[in-house]
Each structure stands twice: as structure tokens, then as C-alpha cells.
């Protein structure tokens, strides 16, 4: 593998493993596969509804499809009938490989249920994709966290059985989060989409945008120039700090350290600041279109966010010296909500939260998705995989990501900042594109199919997905009082919840 | 009396399931600061005298709002927040959940935007205070 | 009568003003340290904000049991016992400190009886917990207390004062002092003076709402603080006594401002603590040892000096 990446054959590790991953597929599940698809960068296998116990037992049993973890199960319409769409990890995150299989028509509750128990008995991990079992009722738990009741920690609700004040069992109910399938706007064009899309991650709205573009120029072989490039990776690393910087003010509050909370709190919005004088707004940027960016960035924003990078790396400097100086706090956090690295790789876990557990990858070094290849930075690594770890970790990141905006905002080249290409031109037949981002809570993954210039089904997996269905394992055996510590250590995303549902 | 007490203050619950939350939150950071007006965030409906609905709903979500409508001490205002309340956002037009929400609470203050400015809210507060 | 009268009203409206200016400067100064401005609606700094938090209070019916009752009684009576200058207090006791000790539990646990009938478990289960926390912090409270106990050789407040004219107890006993000051900082931390919302579910319950109820309870969280901290400034810091032309009544309220504002920038600048493991562990590995130590060295030398006559 390294000699074939050392001799240039393949651009990344990404396009390596899909090779072999397809190769794999030939070799050990002909049969069962009806078609295997390359989605952009990644690989989608069709199988139907019968043959989906032995695939799964081969993705399980073959040590050479690698398949660790579960990514996601999603459900959605398109216009052939309910389609139920699975991804699969393998040992890194980014890695994954897309499973979809119809659904029965006429009982697509029932068959939803029936398909997610059966991936759960080789991937455990799929129980918490099962729909609203109706035999839980309040009385069996000894406490209910209602989505309402902690700020901040939306879209789910935790049901806690206690033992001397030990959580010995829980179970996670996200009905709250889920929209019936009729409810999501339908019959869109691409642009319409790209501009929606970013409504399902709250925090940093710009990552979903970039899959999705990226998604198309991937299927048209459309180079974008380097200019658009470098401000895509200017805007991601903006967000990922103000992302960063949003969980550290949660945490602060979580743990009632006032001190903390307002000066980090400050420093976001000096980051938003700048991500509104480039884009126009703080959250859902709407910046982003095929083949390049809306509007350029005048060298006026560049001198102004190179002058701020060194202000800002200071005073997260001090954040960090105030935060970690406090000794009742670090006990607070040290061995608090520890995940072990083959359990979080079972989980699905990815982004900061996999790195905290001692697994080092990260999208931006195993793709050549956007040209982070130009730029130098490292991947900070975690060791216990402890609430600790994952604040420290992503302290690291911020000051990674200071580091590539600083050589951003050195070397932007000069030209055209978009590809002129009207969507509404290009007729794209019916195909599928799928592609992945390593955003700041981990990887993001969107599913579209389109047909035309009309998008017919749109599916985004979010990495906070795979973080709370691991909280079951997380939280087990930890104190009742550090539950909202623990789930805000993970850096939950409540936009990337929203799901489809049936009836 | 009673209207110059309430005035200065202003108890608000922020309820439902949306990223206008985040935004309202901020304000009560300290670049905005709304607690300057005497305005302060709760979390027990019974001392809530504004209620907040923003973001998405189902049918759950929304049995789950009019029951923290109910708890709520008279008097009691409800702010409709974000283009999801308002308009809807990436729903379909077709639904109609936020019509259903409508017909058993009356809405006092609309704030417009994807999500609205934590400016934007504190401006529609102190307008509102003038009303009171 | 009339003296007693007089007495009653003065010790009213020390109480009053004391409550007036505390809830100012709790408001005033964490919204500074969290880099706000503060609440600031009428023009002057917001003067009216504790009238307008009271009257808030009272704008609903008045919901009063007989332990919010018993609560509002015991707050007014522990000023009773305690001296604010020579001639200002109640009933004139020899054993005054013991029983302000005594009924400073009695509104800690009546606190916790009040939030009961507030409907909700999760309120219930986290005043315990704060009560439990405050209480384990009282432990090293009593041990230093009966230390100052040993070297004055007395149980009143006023002969406790009387015996610093020449030099105060922090000079005979740091430790004590140094002790005192931190739990009664963690207790300070367990009751939220400031009106910052948190993220803990129905945490703002404590401090929000209607109701003549919630007003006492509310009130005595305060005078649990006030009370802690008149302790320390008599016991450690000389309490009334006169420093050369500036009289006694004075010097106590600068030194309990004093005390009041360290703690509370104190407060501020550490993280919260609301996990009773936590907080075993702070009390068990810091505070309470070095209390033990100052116990048991004064406790020596009082035996030495007392028993044996040898110093």
C-alpha cells in the first residue's frame, strides 16, 4: 500500500482503499451484490432486501473488507419507493462504504425495523437507528433527561436507569428529531439544495455546502480554480475554529467557569465576525456553488484576518492557561467519560472525538478533497480518549487550523474564483453522488440523487449521529452528575439529527 | 406598577428544537449582554414569562410546546423566532404544523431571519417592552 | 420596651440595607468580571434592581407553608444573639455563638424542606445535594470555630470580641482563618447570588420565580452567607472594635464588604462545583486536614498553657 502510494499511482489513501475495496467486493460477494456503483469517492453497493444477512456476514467475518464500524443507517424516498441507505466504517473513519436496499412498499415500518435488527446482530451499534419502540414507558427509567430540560442538548431524549448514583443502563430516544419524510421540501434544483443544505449542521453550516459542490465538480470533471480552492479551505478552517471555540464556551459553562466562558465566547465572535464580512452571515454561509465561490474576498478581508490570526492565537493561548491552571476542573475532567479506540471505531466515531481515543486520521490528509495537500499542518492525537483528551485535542486543532490560515492568507493566488457553469444547463441524467468532509465534529457524509437538473432524494449522515449512538457505552458506569459533561465533551451537533422517518 | 416591574424584569424560556437557540443564547453573552434590560433565561416554565418557540416541530415536539404553554403563569407572551416558524423553511408548505401551533396559542412577536442576529432579538424584546 | 422596640428596627434595617447592597454588588460585579455591563435599565447604574427583583417577588400570590414560615423566623432570630456593636443586640447571652451555630443548621435543613413541595424531583434532589454540600464544607467551619473557642476561652460573641482589643485571632490562628475564608467560599459557590442563567436543568429555580415564598427562601440563602461571613469577621478579624477614631459599627461593616467582595471576585474565578465527589475531595485532601492541624495545635497549646501552666 505505502509503495503504491510512494510511487504516485493513486492520489490519496482514499482512492487506494476504494480499489481494494471493490476488488474485494468482486472477489467475496459477487452473487449477492446486484451493482456496485462508484458515487464520487465513494463506493455504493445495491443488494436486495434478501441477500443482506449474508453480505453483512461477510462484511463481519472477511478480514479483508475491514469494516469495523457502523456509520449510519438512513431512510429516505426517492422515486422508485423507500430506500434504506447504510454505511459501513472501516479502521479509519473517512473510509466507509455505502449499502442500499429497497424497502417493502406496503409495511415500510415493519421492514425498516425487521432490516435494522438484522444489521444490529452483527453491528450492534444499529440499535439506536430503530424507530420509536412503543413498550418504553417513563415509569421503567429512574430518570428522564428531556431534550428541553439541558440547554444546548437537543433533539434526543435520555432515559437513565441509576444505581448508587452510577447510570447502569440508558437508552436514547431522538423521535424528537425526527421529520416525516412528506414534511421536507421536495421537487428542488440543485442550487435550491446547496442552499438548504447547510441548515443540517448548525455550527459550521459551510461543510455540508463544500460536500455537496464538491459532489457535483467530482462527477463532472470539473477542476475549479485555485483561488475558489484556498478561500474554501480559508472558510473551513474559519469554522472549524468558531466551532472549536463554541464548544470551549460550552464546556466553560457546563462547568460554571464564568472567566472562561465570556473570554472565548468573545473570541467567536471575533471569528464569526470575520466569517460574516466574507460570507454575510454567521451560521449558513450560502457561499458555495458548482465549480467555484460567489463572491471573491478583496485583499482588504485578507490583510484584516492576517493582522487578527496572531491576536487571536494569544488569546486562546490564555483560555487554555486559565483553564488548564485550574485543578478542580481537570479533576473534574480527567478519567470522566472515557471511549476506548476499537469501541469508538465500532461506533463510528470520527473527528476530534476518534483522535481524543488515540486513532490518528483525519479526511484532510487521507483526500485530496480540497488542497489542504499545500498546506502543512499535523493531526493532534489524544491518548485515554477522556473529556480531558477531547478539549485538549481540539485546543490543538485550533492552533493547527491558525497555522494553515495564516499560510492561506500568505500565498492566495491570484485568477477567477468560479467555473462558469449554469446547473440549470447541465443535464446530469439520473445519477448518485455521495461524498464526505471531514467537518469539525468528524465526518460528514451527504447522499443525493439527482435527475436532471432536480435533486430527487437528499441524505446527510452527521458525525454527531455516531457520537450519541455511542453514549450508551460512554456513559455506562459513569456519575449522574457528569452526564451533560459528557455529552457536551463530544461536541453534538443537534442539526445533523434531523432524520427521515415513516409514518 | 405591576407593568413597570415587569418591565425591568423579564423571565425568558427558550423551548424547542432549532439553531435560533444558539443565537438567543449569545445574547446573553457578553458582547450583547441582554441581561442590561433586566432580561434573564429560566428553565422552569412556571417562572416563564415569555415563551420562545423556534425551530423545527413534529407531532411530538409540538405537544410538548402547548404543555409548556399550559404550565406557564398568566401573563404570558409567546416570540415566534426564525424563518422555520415563520415561513418554513426547508418544510414543505403543504404541512402546516406551524398553522396547528397557531390555532391554540396566539403569537405576540414575530423575528424574522435564518437564524435572526442576537441583535435582532434583543431589538424585538425592547420593542416589545414598550407594548407591555 | 421602647429600647427594645428601637433595637428591633435598627436590626431590621441593617438586615434590609445589607440585603440592598449585597444583591447590587453581586449583580454589579460578576456582570464586570464576566466582561457585561450589568443590569442598567434605569438610569444610575441600575439602582432599582433589587426593589424590582422584590416587588417581582411579590407579584403573586403569596404560596406560604409552615416551613417557609419557620424558615422566615429563624432568619431574623439568629440576628437575635449576634452583637453588631456593643450596646446593638437582642438577648444578651453567654452562649451566643453556640446557638447562632445551632440555628444556622436549623435554616439549612428547613432550606432543603422548603423545596419540597415545589413539584419537581430534579429541584428536590439538587438542593439536597447543596445542602449536603454546604454541610460537608461546615465541618472544617466547626473545627476552626472551636479552636477560636479554646484560645478565648469563652462561647459568647461578645466576649470573643472583647478579648481582641490588643490583637485579632488571625494573628494567633492563619490557618483558621485561611480555612474558614475557602469553605466559606465553596459554600458561596454552592448559592448563585448573581442572576446568570445556567445550563443544569431547573437551576434558575432556586433564584427565579413568584411568590412570598420563594422570596424567604430566597432571603435566607443570603443570610446563610451574611451570617458565615459576620462569623468570620468577628471571630478572626475583631468583629466592632474601634481602630483609633473610627468607631466599631463602621469597621465591621467595611470588613464584611471587604470579605464580601473577595469572595465573590473569588467566586468568579474559579470553576462551579456542583459534584459532591468533587467536592469530598477538595474538602478532604485540602481543607479539612489543615483545619485538623490548626485544631490540634491549638488544642496543645491550651493544654500546655491552661493545664500545665508551662507557656
Known sequence: MLGELYNRTYSSPKLLFMEKMERNVHIYIEQEVSRVFKAGRE???????RNLSSALHAFKNIADFDLKGLGGI???????GPQMLIN????NPGFSLFVKTGLDRNNIREDYIKKVKEISHFYPAADFYLWNIDSVNAGDWDAVIYSQTLEGFDGFDLYLNLEDGLIKKLWVDNEISRVLDIEFLRHINISEAITCISRFDWQAGVFPEIALCRAFEEYMQLKIPRRADYIRVLLCELFRIANHLGFITGMAHIMGFDTAYSSSFLEKEKVLRIIEIITGSRYFPNFMCIGGIKKDIS???AGRLKKQIPEIYRNILDIEKILMDDFTLIERLKDTGIIERDEALHYGLSGPNIRASGCRNDLRKDDDFISYGDFSFTVPVGRTGDCFNRLVVRFAEIYQSLKILSQVTGKLPVGEILKKINPAHVDLGRTTLISSIECP???????????????????????????????????????FEDVDLIIGSLDISPGELISNSHG | MAGSILKSNLNILVAGFGCCKREIFAARGPLYDIQRFGLNFVTVPENADILVVQGIYNRESLQRMIDIYERMNEPKWVFAVGSCMIDGNIFDRGVRMLEKFREKVKIDMYVPGCPPRPEAFIYAVLKFLDYI | MVLIFKKIVYLLLVIVVNLYVCTYLANKLTAHMEL?????????????????????????????????????????LIWSVSPLSASMVLIDMDSS???????????????????????????????????????????????????????????????????????????????????????????????????????????????????????INRFSEYNIIFVLIYMLTVLYLGGYQNLYI???????????????????????????INDYKLIQRINIRYILPLSVVNFIVTLGFFIYRNIFGLI
Open chain 1, 88 to 91: 459501513f466504517t472501516g479502521s
Open chain 3, 97 to 215: 455563638l453556640m446557638v447562632a451555630l445551632l440555628m444556622l443548621l436549623v435554616i439549612l435543613t428547613l432550606n432543603v424542606s422548603s423545596h419540597m413541595l415545589t413539584g419537581y424531583n430534579m429541584i428536590m434532589i439538587q438542593s439536597m445535594r447543596k445542602t449536603a454540600s454546604v454541610l460537608f464544607f461546615m465541618i472544617p467551619v466547626f473545627l476552626n470555630i472551636s479552636g477560636v473557642v479554646l484560645i478565648n476561652k469563652t462561647l459568647g460573641f461578645k466576649e470573643i470580641i472583647n478579648s481582641q482589643y490588643q490583637y485579632w485571632n488571625v494573628i494567633y490562628q492563619p490557618l483558621g482563618f485561611l480555612t474558614t475564608l475557602l469553605s466559606v467560599l465553596f459554600i458561596f459557590k454552592q448559592f448563585k447570588l448573581n442572576r446568570k442563567s445556567e445550563i443544569e436543568a431547573f437551576s434558575t429555580d432556586s433564584c427565579e420565580g413568584k411568590g412570598l415564598g420563594k422570596a
Open chain 3, 246 to 272: 473610627v468607631r466599631g459599627e463602621v469597621m465591621l461593616g467595611l470588613k464584611f464588604y471587604l470579605i464580601f467582595v473577595i469572595i465573590l471576585i473569588a467566586e468568579r474565578s474559579i470553576a462551579k
Open chain 1, 43 to 49: 463506493i455504493l453497493l445495491e443488494i436486495e432486501g
Open chain 1, 441 to 479: 465534529h468528524g465526518n460528514i457524509k451527504v447522499y443525493t440523487e439527482v435527475e436532471g437538473n432536480m435533486v430527487d432524494a437528499i441524505c446527510v449522515m452527521g458525525p454527531s449521529k455516531n457520537s450519541l449512538s455511542g453514549i450508551g457505552e460512554i456513559l455506562r458506569g459513569a456519575r
Open chain 1, 74 to 80: 438512513s431512510f429516505f424516498k426517492n422515486k422508485y
Open chain 3, 36 to 76: 457585561r455591563r450589568g443590569y442598567r435599565v434605569s438610569k444610575a447604574g441600575g439602582i432599582s434592581l433589587p426593589f424590582s427583583r422584590f416587588f417581582k417577588y411579590l407579584s403573586n400570590e403569596p404560596g406560604i407553608n409552615f416551613w417557609t414560615f419557620m424558615l422566615f423566623v429563624f432568619s431574623f
Open chain 1, 299 to 301: 485583499n482588504e478581508v
